[in-house]
């Protein structure tokens, strides 16, 4: 199992430019979230699914879309993208099963908003 | 909503010193996870704990959920455990049990 993929790496964005973030599991999981994480702040939720066709927001969703055809795919979207939002996005996935709600995290996606 | 508060905020240890990293919550959960991000910044879940004790190698958890807090135990510390760690909670119900709230983390350096 690759476990939960983020593309790309690392992005350079000029402000007002959009773009997505990829994030993919391989584990079946029904739960799928984003996560900013910014210095001092821990990391924060911006949205959720608990599965295809679900979505909600998390703590700060303003500035992001998300949708979800699929079990395995989550892409976050950043529409307009402003210098508030350079951060490092992690993406994360789980059962939903009581007692199987263990969270794995993707490598993460830094991005650069100029 | 929910608060979740760490302590230390930093930790110095010397290779195969023991230590106790505590997070305090501000209300009852039933989800508490614990992280480990390393310096390359990847997040590895160590323990899924809302209650009770559990143990993987050097690292065991304890979470007493009627008096709102976890505790993390390293023993025999490495140098591979630097990093940060994070305590992550959530009350929801319904479909909203992986809305976790993290803490501020707690900065541990391993010395050899």
């Known amino acids: 199992n690759a476990g939960v993929t983020q593309t790309p790496k690392f992005q350079v964005l000029k402000t007002g430019q959009s773009m997505t973030l990829q994030c993919a599991q391989d584990?079946?999981?029904?739960?799928m979230s984003w996560y900013r994480q910014d210095p001092g702040m821990g990391l924060r939720l911006i949205h959720y699914?608990?599965?295809?066709?679900?979505?909600d927001q998390g703590e700060v969703p303003n500035g992001y879309n998300v949708s979800r055809s699929t079990t395995e795919d989550f892409p976050l979207r950043l529409l307009s993208a402003a210098p508030s939002q350079t951060s490092v996005y992690f993406c994360a996935s789980s059962y939903s099963s009581p007692g199987m709600r263990t969270q794995y995290f993707g490598p993460g996606t830094r991005l650069l908003v100029l | 909503g929910i608060q979740v508060e760490q302590s230390p905020p930093d930790l110095i240890l010397q290779e195969g010193a023991n230590s106790t990293l505590r997070c305090n919550f501000s209300d009852s959960v039933n989800n508490l996870q614990w992280f480990h991000q390393n310096p390359w910044g990847q997040l590895i879940n160590l323990f899924y704990?809302?209650?009770g004790t559990k143990q993987n190698g050097r690292l065991s958890a304890t979470t007493v959920a009627t008096e709102r807090y976890s505790l993390l135990y390293i023993s025999s510390s490495q140098t591979t455990d630097s990093g940060v760690y994070f305590c992550?909670?959530?009350?929801?119900?319904?479909?909203?049990?992986?809305?976790?709230?993290f803490g501020q983390g707690t900065i541990l350096t391993v010395h050899p």
């Open positions: 704990i809302p209650s």
């Open positions: 584990m079946n999981h029904e739960y």
């Open positions: 992550a909670v959530s009350n929801a119900g319904g479909t909203s049990y992986g809305k976790l709230t």
């Open positions: 699914s608990v599965g295809a066709g679900i979505t």
